[in-house]
C-alpha cells in the first residue's frame, strides 16, 4: 500500500509491479478521479468528503485498511506521514532509512552538511538516474529482509555506487504566474508530453481530461534529463520542458526553466477553470 498520492504513489506502484507486488492505493474523496487510484491492483477510499488532506493523515484509517486488505507494508512517500513517528509505530516499522544532504565546494572540496531526510526526496529520480539504483525498488526489498549486498540490489560497498553524467530536475506546476503564484485548479483540456534520449517524466494528474483540484501540492509533473555533461542535460531541459497555461482572455505564459530562455517544446498543457 501507498499511504500517499500523485507522481509519488505512481512510482511506487511501479517498481512494486516490476518486483511482481500487488499493489493498494487509498484516494480522498476529492481524489476520486486521480490518476494513482487506476495505476494500482486495488484502491480504497480514506476519510469522507470535505476532509482532502485529513484523509491522507488519518492513521487509524490507513493501518486499518491496511490490515483489513491483509497488506504487509506500507509506503509513505514523501510529505503527508512520511516524516511522522505515530505512522511509524503504529505500523511497527519503526527506524523506515533516511538521505543525507551535502552542498560540496567543488574548488575546495570542502562538504556542508545541510540536513538529514528520513524519507524518499522529492529529488530522489536525479540520483536514480546518474547512478542506475532504483531506490524505491531497492526501500521494498530492503523491508523483506534483503541487505544491500544482495543480488537483488547490487550495492555491496560505497565503491558499488558510481555516478555517471549530469542530470537536472525540473518540476511543472499548475501555479497561476499572475496571482502571486497560487496553486491553480480546473480539468487539463489537452495534454501532450515530450520524450527522447535522456529525458524522464514522473507524472501524477497529468492526463487528457484530468482535474486539477485546489487541495494539493501544486506538482503535476517532475521531468529529468540526463547526458554525459552537465551543459546538454541543461540543453535538454532548454529544449523539452514549456508548459503553457492558456484560459480565456489570457495569453500563453511561458516558464523559463533553470534560468534558460525556453521555446514552445513538446510538452504542452492546456488547463480550463471549471
Known sequence: MVANRGEIAICVFRSAHELGIRTVAVYSHEDRFALHRLK?????????????????????????????????????????????????????QAGNAGTVEFLVDDESGTFYF?????????????????????????QILIAQGCELADPDI??????????????????????????NFTPDYGRITHYRSSGG??????G????????????????????????????????RIKMETTLYAERPGRVAEVIAIV???VK????????TSE
Open 40 to 92: 494500482a491492483d486495488e484502491a480504497y477510499q480514506v476519510g469522507k468528503a470535505g476532509e482532502p488532506i485529513r484523509s491522507y493523515l488519518d492513521i487509524p484509517a490507513i493501518v486499518g485498511l491496511a490490515q483489513e486488505k491483509q497488506v504487509d507494508a506500507i509506503h509513505p512517500g514523501y510529505g503527508f506521514l512520511s516524516e511522522n513517528a505515530e505512522f511509524a509505530r503504529a505500523c511497527a
Open 114 to 138: 545541510i540536513e538529514v531526510n528520513p524519507r524518499l526526496q522529492v529529488e530522489h529520480t536525479i540520483t536514480e538516474i546518474v547512478t542506475g539504483i532504483d531506490i524505491v525498488k531497492s
Open 154 to 179: 547490487g550495492i555491496a560497498g560505497q565503491e558499488s555506487i558510481q555516478a555517471q553524467g549530469h542530470a537536472i530536475q525540473c518540476r511543472i506546476t499548475s501555479e497561476d504566474l499572475t496571482n
Open 197 to 202: 534520449p535522456g529525458l524522464r517524466l514522473d
Open 204 to 235: 501524477g494528474s497529468t492526463t487528457t481530461g484530468a482535474i486539477i483540484t485546489p487541495f494539493y501540492d501544486s506538482l503535476l509533473v517532475k521531468i529529468s534529463a540526463h547526458a554525459r555533461r552537465f551543459k546538454d542535460a541543461a540543453l
Open 259 to 261: 534560468g534558460l530562455q
Open 264 to 271: 514552445a517544446g513538446d510538452l504542452l498543457l492546456k488547463m
